[in-house]
């Protein structure tokens, strides 16, 4: 089992930059694909960024494709989200998530989930 614990939300300006943080416990984090997922008030939860268990895969939403990128640290079981040039759209509160097996962008294939961090991009 994983416990996983995200930072690095805040408020932020239009065009700027903020690298979220996914913290996990256990030993076996090396194992997991992680992603992450957002959620805008009123909107349906979607897959952002996505990243198999030895880093060597990611995936990206066509929304953020080139402005975020999604990294891992398997010494410090820490998965990054680094998002630059920021938009209004990006507001939204962000999720990370683990599951044994491959990488997917599908919500249901993931078992752990963190509690969320809000990002906010003003105009």
């Known amino acids: 089992q994983v416990q996983l614990v995200e930072s690095g939300g805040g408020l932020v300006q239009a065009g700027g930059s903020l690298r979220l943080s996914c913290a996990a416990s256990?030993?076996?984090?090396?194992?997991?694909?992680v992603s992450w997922f957002r959620q805008a008030p009123g909107k349906e939860r979607e897959f952002a960024a996505g990243?198999?268990?030895?880093?060597?895969?990611?995936d990206y939403a066509n929304s953020v494709k080139g402005r975020f990128t999604i990294s891992r640290d398997n010494a410090k079981n820490t998965v990054y989200l680094e998002m630059n040039s920021l938009k209004p759209e990006d507001t939204a509160v962000y999720y990370c998530?683990?599951?044994?097996?491959?990488?997917?962008?599908?919500?249901?294939?993931?078992?752990?989930w963190g509690q969320g961090t809000q990002v906010t991009v003003s105009s």
């Open positions: 990243i198999n268990r030895s880093g060597g895969i990611t």
């Open positions: 256990g030993r076996t984090f090396s194992t997991y694909a």
């Open positions: 998530a683990a599951r044994l097996g491959p990488l997917t962008v599908s919500m249901n294939g993931y078992n752990y």
